[in-house]
């Protein structure tokens, strides 16, 4: 936050991204895998409520967004934008995996982005396209974490 009070005092041309959790294959940090396999003892562990929220943006939007952004950076000067798709229940998005995908598997556990409601209403009103549904990142993430 002190860089970008700086950038903005000294009004000097930025652009600020904060990257919310980053949902795909390539999930270095394990973070969705770890929650798409969430066990009732990391429920329990971590204090997740059904109407908790969490955020996250899916890997291949993050670089079309990235993309975007770097081609454009001319006409989007000043710029503080949160990537993040829009928040989704605990619940919701734990039916949309099912309960039949926990796996109980010995690995470090990382806590989950909960109740990181970030407003992403100047993002969606820069980026000319649309997120990928929650629907079809769960399917994909699924598919790709049963290899």
């Known amino acids: 936050m002190i860089i970008e009070e700086f950038l903005k005092k000294n009004k000097i ?3 600020i991204f904060r990257i919310h ?6 999930d270095f ?13 990391d429920i329990t562990k971590f204090q997740i409520k059904e109407n908790d929220k969490l955020q996250f943006i899916y890997e291949n939007d993050l670089l079309k967004i990235i993309s975007y ?14 990537i993040a798709n829009d ?4 619940k919701d998005f734990y039916k949309l995996i099912g309960a039949n995908n926990q796996h109980l598997i010995e690995r470090a556990k990382y806590p989950f982005p909960m109740n990181i409601s970030a407003s992403t209403n100047n993002m969606k009103k820069i980026i ?18 049963r290899n």
């Open 29 to 41: 940090s394990k973070k969705s895998y770890d929650l798409v396999h969430t066990s009732h003892e």
């Open 87 to 90: 928040s989704v229940k605990f």
């Open 128 to 145: 000319p396209f649309k997120l990928t549904s929650t629907n079809s990142i769960i399917k994909n993430l699924k598919k790709n974490n």
């Open 13 to 15: 041309n930025h652009n």
């Open 21 to 26: 959790s980053v949902f795909g294959k390539n």
């Open 69 to 82: 952004l770097i081609n454009n950076h001319k006409k989007n000067k000043y710029k503080i934008l949160e």
